[in-house]
Antibody, heavy 118, light 110 residues
Framework: EVQLVESGGGLVQPGGSLRLSCAASGFTFSSYWMSWVRQAPGKGLEWVANIKQDGSEKYYVDSVMGRFTISRDNAKNSLYLQMNTLRAEDTAIFYC???????????WGQGTLVTVSS | DVVMTQSPLSLPVTLGQPASISCRSSQSLVHSDGNTYLSWFQQRPGQSPRRLIYEVSDRDSGVPDRFSGSGSGIDFTLKINRVEAEDVGVYYCMQGTHWPWTFGQGTKVE
């Protein structure tokens, strides 16, 4: 069974940093593109970043470019999102998702809440 | 960025009756490889999103056949043949043809 478990969320002050992790199991992690998607409280979904199987390609939404870094450790079956210079508008549930084919994701984790507030 | 516009944003439904959600993109979603990467997701209250449909009309495993997707180019539709109580939630279309991937605003089915 495919499982994605996010962790690392919490309360952080504006300008602060946080590192999210996603532990994957039940599939060959190194064979899939992976994604981070976020959802502000009571709002819709926003794709944040994608990373290729070997980490050689990464894509970001403009609003996080230069502040967030997606990475992965295939030996540990883990996906990461390093978030720097956090802003109030980054407050959201962050989901880790597996991209099972081009242009879409199939399995999602339960999400981890990031709150940026002083 | 490709803008995905859903309508309606709120959809009152009657159990047993059909329902339809429209999704329009600001540019063609036909990829250079000839495929169209348009997906539909369901998010029930308090849950993570769940994919229902990928590549316009392919239903995911375990998704009831009362859900169907159609469309081409820039206009797409999700149809629920006969709405059941468990279908309550928010539905999102998403395009994965162009970077960045983008979602529609969501349609609340209630």
């Amino acid at each position: 069974e495919v499982q994605l478990v996010e962790s690392g969320g919490g309360l952080v002050q504006p300008g602060g940093s946080l590192r999210l992790s996603c532990a994957a199991s039940g599939f060959t992690f190194s064979s899939y593109w992976m994604s981070w998607v976020r959802q502000a409280p009571g709002k819709g979904l926003e794709w944040v970043a994608n990373i290729k199987q070997d980490g050689s390609e990464k894509y970001y939404v403009d609003s996080v470019m230069g502040r967030f870094t997606i990475s992965r450790d295939n030996a540990k079956n883990s996906l990461y999102l390093q978030m720097n210079t956090l802003r109030a508008e980054d407050t959201a549930i962050f989901y880790c998702a597996r991209a099972d084919m081009i242009g879409t994701t199939d399995h999602w984790g339960q999400g981890t809440l990031v709150t940026v507030s002083s | 960025d490709v803008v995905m516009t859903q309508s309606p944003l709120s959809l009152p439904v009657t159990l047993g009756q059909p329902a339809s959600i429209s999704c329009r993109s600001s540019q063609s979603l036909v990829h250079s490889d000839g495929n169209t990467y348009l997906s539909w997701f369901q998010q029930r209250p308090g849950q993570s999103p769940r994919r229902l449909i990928y590549e316009v009309s392919d239903r995911d495993s375990g998704v009831p056949d009362r859900f169907s997707g159609s469309g081409s180019g820039i206009d797409f539709t999700l149809k629920i043949n006969r709405v059941e109580a468990e279908d309550v939630g928010v539905y999102y279309c998403m395009q994965g043809t162009h970077w960045p991937w983008t979602f529609g605003q969501g349609t609340k089915v209630e």
